[in-house]
């Protein structure tokens, strides 16, 4: 699945108010969908650059052997979830914000991993 139809079947995500795939060694969106005057994709893919560095960072300061599954952040009236793509694509995420009251975290999470799993980067 090419970047357009991944983001794009993101998008179909009940609650999807937006989507990137960035990546976390420049910060750069290399393509994002939906968004708007409620949240502005480039600065929330630099935001969570940095929080993915920042994850990054701990889990090699703490010796941990793993990788990042995906990382949620939980706000009053949305979710933010974070997916890093398998360590085989480099330093690329799915990032998809979500309506909280519209999305059920459980589809959304396996959503993503059908899509990072077809996605041809």
């Known amino acids: 699945m090419n970047l357009e139809t991944a983001l794009k079947e ?3 995500i009940d609650g999807a108010i937006g989507v990137a795939l960035v990546d976390y060694e420049s910060g750069m969106s290399l ?3 939906g968004g708007g005057r409620g949240l502005d994709l480039e600065v929330a893919a630099a935001g969570n650059t940095e929080v993915v560095r920042a994850k990054v960072r701990t889990l ?4 941990i052997d793993d990788a990042i599954e995906d990382i949620l952040i939980t706000l ?3 979710y933010h979830l ?3 793509l398998t360590a085989s ?3 690329l995420f799915l990032y998809i914000a979500l309506d909280r009251s ?3 975290l459980a589809l959304a999470r396996h959503g993503l991993k059908r899509i990072e799993a077809a ?3």
């Open 31 to 33: 393509g994002a969908l």
């Open 82 to 84: 974070i997916r890093p």
């Open 60 to 63: 090699t300061t703490l010796d």
């Open 102 to 104: 519209r999305a059920n």
């Open 89 to 91: 694509r480099g330093t």
């Open 10 to 12: 993101a998008m179909t």
């Open 76 to 78: 009053g009236r949305q």
């Open 119 to 121: 996605l041809d980067v």
